[in-house]
Antibody
Framework: QVHLVESGGGVVQPGGSLRLSCATSGFIFHYYGIHWVRQTPDKGLEWVTFIWKDSSKTFYADSVKGRFTVSRDISKNTVYLELNSLRADDTAVYYC????????????WGQGTLVTVSS | QSALTQEASVSGTVGHTVTLSCFGTSNNVGRYTVGWYQQISHNPPKTVMFGSSLPSGIPARFSGSKSGTTASLTISGLQPEDEADYYCSTWDDSLSAWVFGGGTKLTVL
């Protein structure tokens, strides 16, 4: 059974940093890419970033480009999202999700982790 | 403004059929598989359709289709537990990014 579990969320001051983790199980890790998607309390889903199954490609939304970095560790079946220069409008629940093939959208979702940027 | 356009709200009666739409362009919906996601009360999203393929555990009353640059999610025999927000998403090769629609709030009467 496919599982994705996010962790690392919390409260951080504007300009601060945070690292989110997405621990995966139930599938062959290096066969699939991983998305990060976020959602603010009163808005819809916003795609944030994607890392290819072998880390050869990464993609970022314009709103986070240059501030967020996605990576993956095959030895731990885990994907990381480094959040830097955080702003109030980065406050959201962050979900990681596994894809279902090349250039595929999210398929299996985690439970999410809340990031709050506030002074 | 979302790259994909969805109805803000749709309502339907228990037992009846509703169709939700996802309007895009030839750079996204017209070329790539569209995912549909159900979200109830801001719980984690659940994939209810992938193109026209039904994920495991999703009732067969859900179906998906596409015509040109418009994807559709049809729910037949509507049930009270189908009341939720529904989002569509796909890859956009002009943006080199994945995009979501703004979401449709489905109300079951």
């Amino acid at each position: 059974q496919v599982h994705l579990v996010e962790s690392g969320g919390g409260v951080v001051q504007p300009g601060g940093s945070l690292r989110l983790s997405c621990a995966t199980s139930g599938f062959i890790f290096h066969y699939y890419g991983i998305h990060w998607v976020r959602q603010t309390p009163d808005k819809g889903l916003e795609w944030v970033t994607f890392i290819w199954k072998d880390s050869s490609k990464t993609f970022y939304a314009d709103s986070v480009k240059g501030r967020f970095t996605v990576s993956r560790d095959i030895s731990k079946n885990t994907v990381y999202l480094e959040l830097n220069s955080l702003r109030a409008d980065d406050t959201a629940v962050y979900y990681c999700a596994r894809d279902n093939g090349p250039y595929s959208s999210s398929y299996y979702w985690g439970q999410g982790t809340l990031v709050t940027v506030s002074s | 403004q979302s790259a994909l356009t969805q109805e803000a709200s749709v309502s339907g009666t228990v037992g009846h059929t509703v169709t939700l739409s996802c309007f895009g362009t030839s750079n996204n919906v017209g070329r790539y598989t569209v995912g549909w996601y159900q979200q109830i009360s801001h719980n984690p999203p659940k994939t209810v359709m992938f193109g026209s393929s039904l994920p495991s555990g999703i009732p067969a009353r859900f179906s998906g289709s596409k015509s040109g640059t418009t994807a559709s999610l049809t729910i037949s025999g509507l049930q009270p537990e189908d009341e939720a927000d529904y989002y569509c998403s796909t890859w956009d090769d002009s943006l080199s990014a994945w995009v979501f629609g703004g979401g449709t709030k489905l109300t079951v009467l």
